[in-house]
């Protein structure tokens, strides 16, 4: 008996999971989803069909987000969307963003376990440190540049709110 070909073999897990915070199991429902939807067996789908297909797997997205997200997701413009560009496209709808009132709840544990002596603000030595243990790759220059942009006012620490602006600020406003 002639073994199955893998089904997963052209898709790279790591990859999509990285770029969509998606888990597997959901990355293998969405390769079932699109390989539905490819009935041409392209290993694509058109731009313009995306509505159809994200309509009928219970999206609801307006014309214009679309139109952006498929902006944002089809980077070499050629209007053929792949698998991993689709799975990016559905994890905007699958992966939800935090209420704000959770968020600060967990950034206010995170920050306790920094806030040590429980003074009520992170010193920038202290902050220093996690930075370079998160990311040992930081040259100290690295390091004073980033507690320069975030310690404006000189104090040397911060404090829970500055905190949540640092955590809560995304890529595109720096």
């Known amino acids: 008996m002639a073994a199955k070909p893998d089904p997963w073999a052209g898709i790279d897990f790591e990859e999509i999971q990285e770029a969509t915070c998606l888990e597997i199991d ?5 390769f079932g989803c ?6 041409k067996k392209q290993d694509y789908l058109l731009a313009e069909e995306i509505d159809e297909v994200m309509r009928a797997m219970g999206f609801r997205p307006t014309a214009e987000e679309l139109e952006e997200l498929i902006e944002e997701i089809d980077e070499d413009g050629s209007g053929a969307i792949e698998f991993p560009e ?6 905007k ?5 935090p209420d704000p009132e959770t968020m600060r709840a967990e950034l206010k544990q995170a920050f306790r376990l920094f806030d040590k002596e429980c003074t009520g603000f992170i010193t920038m030595d202290v902050f220093r440190s996690i930075l370079a243990e998160v990311d040992p790759k930081l040259t100290e220059e690295d390091l004073d540049q980033i507690i320069a942009e975030i310690d404006e006012d000189g104090s040397g620490t911060m404090d ?3 905190f949540c ?3 809560m600020a995304s890529p595109e406003d720096e």
Do not use: P, T
Request: aromatic share 18%; glycine share 0%; hydrophobic share 60%.
């Open 93 to 97: 709808f699958l992966v939800e963003d």
């Open 165 to 167: 602006e640092l955590m």
């Open 160 to 162: 829970f709110e500055e």
């Open 26 to 30: 959901d990355i293998k429902v969405l």
């Open 34 to 39: 699109f390989q539905l939807f490819d009935v």
């Open 86 to 91: 689709f799975a990016q496209l559905c994890a």
